[in-house]
């Protein structure tokens, strides 16, 4: 794979909508993301996430041990910052990931991706099995989800990163989201002419 610095927000943004990353990281239009409520409650809910996330949730998965806020990067091109990698009693680990989200009976495959994007970093750089991740919603009183990361996902996740990179390193321009509801609070609203 070519160098790149995918982010784990370029991947979230990229599965939301294509277009999203075509204005932002090809045109290089500022999305202004600080304006946004919901990004702003995420802020929030990531510098509060150490009370938010008892000791008795780790203790519940088998967690021995664990890492917040842990800046890695692949040698592949994407990078992340993991807000917590637990180290579990059968030699595994697995990211741990705060959303300012409800947790409505599953879990969005965009959030599905991003953990497995931080599953292949820690795989990578801690050189264990990462075959599962969780997500605390905290919309739904911290409620702990647990998702499994297969192959298949890490093999996807590849090719989802190749297509990401087509956008911004040759600006292919992708087709907009099939769901008109996530227009309505999109940033690039105003020069965007999706067709839906």
């Not at 264990?128 to 009183?141: D, E, H, L």
């Not at 647990?146 to 090719?159: A, F, G, P, Q, W």
């Not at 990179?165 to 965007?192: F, H, M, Q, W």
């Amino acid at each position: 794979m070519e160098q790149a610095s995918i982010t784990a927000s370029n991947l979230l943004e990229y599965l939301f909508c294509a277009r999203f990353t075509y204005f932002e990281l090809y045109l290089g239009v500022p999305q202004h993301e600080e304006k946004r409520f919901k990004v702003q409650q995420g802020w929030t809910v990531h510098d509060d996430k150490a009370r938010i996330n008892p000791d008795y949730l780790r203790k519940k998965i088998g967690c021995t041990g664990r890492k917040q806020n842990i800046y890695l990067v692949s040698e592949e091109g994407f990078r992340g910052i993991v807000d917590e990698i637990l180290f579990l009693k059968n030699g595994e680990a697995a990211p741990l990931d705060y959303k300012y989200a409800e947790y409505k009976d599953r879990t969005f495959k965009n959030h599905q991706y991003q953990l497995a994007l931080y599953g292949a970093l820690i795989k990578e750089y801690f050189r264990v099995p990462v075959n599962r991740g969780y997500i605390i919603y905290a919309r739904s009183r911290n409620k702990l989800v647990e998702v499994n990361l297969t192959e298949k996902m890490y093999s996807d996740l590849r090719h989802i990163i190749r297509d990401l990179l087509e956008v911004v390193k040759k600006g292919v321009y992708p087709g907009p989201t099939k769901y008109s509801v996530r227009c309505a609070d999109c940033c690039y609203g105003n020069i965007c002419e999706q067709v839906i």
